[in-house]
């Protein structure tokens, strides 16, 4: 899911839901600091090429595939 992806506070903001007042909060704090907006744009896409881009799936799978196959597996 969503906390999966994202780090409260580095690539965005993870909110309860329940809470209209705060991410109305949130979304104007957003709205009036351009560079912590740009700041978070820049964590997530680096995240998501780190841990979600063809090559980070690729060498999870060649991990798997290689530990399957010298029966390191548990």
Known sequence: G???VI???VE?????????CEFADVCLGLF???SKRA??????RQRVIA???DDAMTR?????YRE???GQAG
Request: proline share 6%; no cysteine.
């Open 32 to 34: 009036r600091n351009a």
């Open 7 to 9: 780090t409260d506070g």
């Open 12 to 20: 965005g903001y993870l909110l309860s839901g329940r809470d209209p």
């Open 2 to 4: 969503i906390p999966d």
């Open 60 to 64: 999870r799978y060649i991990q798997v």
């Open 68 to 70: 399957l196959t010298s």
């Open 51 to 53: 841990a979600f881009s």
């Open 39 to 44: 700041q978070m744009g820049r964590a997530a």
